[in-house]
């Protein structure tokens, strides 16, 4: 449990640093936004996609013993 913390927040601050730094996490080309009169609706496919994959690389790195 300890590690996954750590990983967690070693995440979350490399996130924080990307977007500090400019990169657009959050409004990459693929990401959905709908705005009609009084109503939004925003899907970040292609957001939620890189998380995915950068998550699956790092969990697979850490994961070997």
Excluded at 38 to 51: E, G, K, M, R
Aim: charge should be positive; charged fraction near 10%; aromatic fraction near 14%.
């Amino acid at each position: 449990m300890g590690r996954f913390l750590i990983l967690a927040g070693l995440v979350i601050a490399g996130a924080g640093l990307l977007m500090t730094l400019g990169f657009p996490l959050g409004r990459l080309p693929g990401d959905f936004a709908i705005k009609r009169g009084n109503f939004s609706f925003y899907f970040p496919l292609a957001t939620s996609i890189l998380v995915s994959l950068i998550l699956t690389l790092v969990m697979m790195f850490f994961g070997r013993r």
